[in-house]
C-alpha cells in the first residue's frame, strides 16, 4: 500500500502538477488495479534513453541496464574501429539502442520473434534519434533469419520457469500486464537458452562475445550447457543486488 501511495503521489505531482484532474483521477484508477507505473507514464530512463513500454513488450530492468553499462564501459576501453552488434531477444530495444547511444562505432542487428515488439523497437530507434543506417531490424525465431557474424551477442532471453510455484512468486502487475511470451522459458526457464547457446558461437567473429542475462539459480545448468556446447571460456558476473545475473562468453 506504501508503495502505491508513493506512485500515486508521483503521478500528481509530475504530471500533473499535483492538481488532482480527470487525467489523474484515471491513471490513480490504472494504478489500483494493479497497472504497472511504466505503462502509465508510457516510458522508462535506460542508461540515459528514453524506451517506450506498453503492453507489448518487457519493461527494462535495473539489473539489466546494470550489465548492459558494464558492456559499454568495456567497448568503450577496447576501442576497435567499429563494432557489428546483435541484440537477441530485443523486446522493447532497450539494449541495443543504449549500446548505439554510449558507443557511437557500433551497428546492431535486433532480433526479436514478436511482432509488436518489433514494431516498439523501430519506435524507440526514432525516438532516440538513432540513424537508420546503423540498425537492422529483424523479426526472427533466435537465429532462424540473422545472417553474418558479430563481435558482441547481447541476449536477455525469457528466462522465469514456467511453473505454478514459480508464478506465485510473481508480482501480479507483472503477471497481468507484461508479455509472457518475453517472460517464461519452458518449464526450468532454459528452452531459449539452451537454444540459443546450441547456434550462438557460429555467429560470433574471432575474439567475439557473448553477453547473456539469466537466474541466479541457473548458473550452474548454464555452466554445464555452456561446456556441452563447446564453448572454452567464460566468467559469471553478479548484479548490484549480489545475485548471480549475466555471464560473459568468449
Given at each position: 500500500?506504501?508503495?502505491?501511495?508513493?506512485?500515486?503521489?508521483?503521478?500528481?505531482?509530475?504530471?500533473?502538477?499535483?492538481?488532482?484532474?480527470?487525467?489523474?483521477?484515471?491513471?490513480?484508477?490504472?494504478?489500483?488495479?494493479?497497472?504497472?507505473?511504466?505503462?502509465?507514464?508510457?516510458?522508462?530512463?535506460?542508461?540515459?534513453?528514453?524506451?517506450?513500454?506498453?503492453?507489448?513488450?518487457?519493461?527494462?530492468?535495473?539489473?539489466?541496464?546494470?550489465?548492459?553499462?558494464?558492456?559499454?564501459?568495456?567497448?568503450?576501453?577496447?576501442?576497435?574501429?567499429?563494432?557489428?552488434?546483435?541484440?537477441?531477444?530485443?523486446?522493447?530495444?532497450?539494449?541495443?539502442?543504449?549500446?548505439?547511444?554510449?558507443?557511437?562505432?557500433?551497428?546492431?542487428?535486433?532480433?526479436?520473434?514478436?511482432?509488436?515488439?518489433?514494431?516498439?523497437?523501430?519506435?524507440?530507434?526514432?525516438?532516440?534519434?538513432?540513424?537508420?543506417?546503423?540498425?537492422?531490424?529483424?523479426?526472427?525465431?533466435?537465429?532462424?533469419?540473422?545472417?553474418?557474424?558479430?563481435?558482441?551477442?547481447?541476449?536477455?532471453?525469457?528466462?522465469?520457469?514456467?511453473?505454478?510455484?514459480?508464478?506465485?512468486?510473481?508480482?501480479?502487475?507483472?503477471?497481468?500486464?507484461?508479455?509472457?511470451?518475453?517472460?517464461?522459458?519452458?518449464?526450468?526457464?532454459?528452452?531459449?537458452?539452451?537454444?540459443?547457446?546450441?547456434?550462438?558461437?557460429?555467429?560470433?567473429?574471432?575474439?567475439?562475445?557473448?553477453?547473456?542475462e539469466f537466474d541466479s539459480l541457473q548458473k550452474p545448468a548454464i555452466a554445464k550447457l555452456l561446456q556441452q556446447n563447446g564453448y572454452k571460456k567464460w566468467d559469471f558476473h553478479r548484479d548490484q543486488y549480489g545475485k548471480w545475473r549475466y555471464v560473459v562468453v568468449q
Amino acid at each position: 500500500m506504501r508503495n502505491l501511495q508513493n506512485q500515486i503521489r508521483w503521478i500528481l505531482q509530475e504530471k500533473y502538477a499535483g492538481k488532482m484532474t480527470a487525467g489523474a483521477r484515471k491513471d490513480i484508477a490504472r494504478l489500483k488495479t494493479g497497472e504497472p507505473l511504466d505503462h502509465i507514464i508510457g516510458f522508462v530512463e535506460f542508461l540515459g534513453c528514453k524506451i517506450l513500454v506498453n503492453k507489448d513488450v518487457l519493461i527494462p530492468r535495473f539489473e539489466t541496464e546494470f550489465w548492459v553499462e558494464k558492456a559499454v564501459d568495456e567497448l568503450k576501453v577496447i576501442k576497435l574501429s567499429s563494432y557489428k552488434v546483435l541484440d537477441m531477444f530485443a523486446g522493447s530495444g532497450a539494449v541495443g539502442i543504449a549500446i548505439m547511444r554510449h558507443v557511437k562505432n557500433t551497428r546492431v542487428v535486433f532480433a526479436e520473434s514478436e511482432k509488436e515488439a518489433v514494431r516498439k523497437i523501430k519506435i524507440n530507434c526514432k525516438k532516440n534519434k538513432i540513424p537508420e543506417k546503423r540498425y537492422e531490424i529483424i523479426q526472427s525465431d533466435i537465429f532462424e533469419k540473422v545472417k553474418g557474424g558479430f563481435d558482441y551477442i547481447f541476449a536477455n532471453p525469457p528466462y522465469i520457469p514456467n511453473n505454478q510455484k514459480t508464478r506465485n512468486k510473481i508480482q501480479k502487475s507483472v503477471i497481468d500486464y507484461e508479455p509472457h511470451a518475453a517472460l517464461f522459458g519452458g518449464k526450468d526457464g532454459l528452452l531459449y537458452i539452451r537454444k540459443f547457446l546450441a547456434s550462438a558461437k557460429n555467429f560470433l567473429n574471432p575474439n567475439g562475445k557473448l553477453y547473456i542475462e539469466f537466474d541466479s539459480l541457473q548458473k550452474p545448468a548454464i555452466a554445464k550447457l555452456l561446456q556441452q556446447n563447446g564453448y572454452k571460456k567464460w566468467d559469471f558476473h553478479r548484479d548490484q543486488y549480489g545475485k548471480w545475473r549475466y555471464v560473459v562468453v568468449q
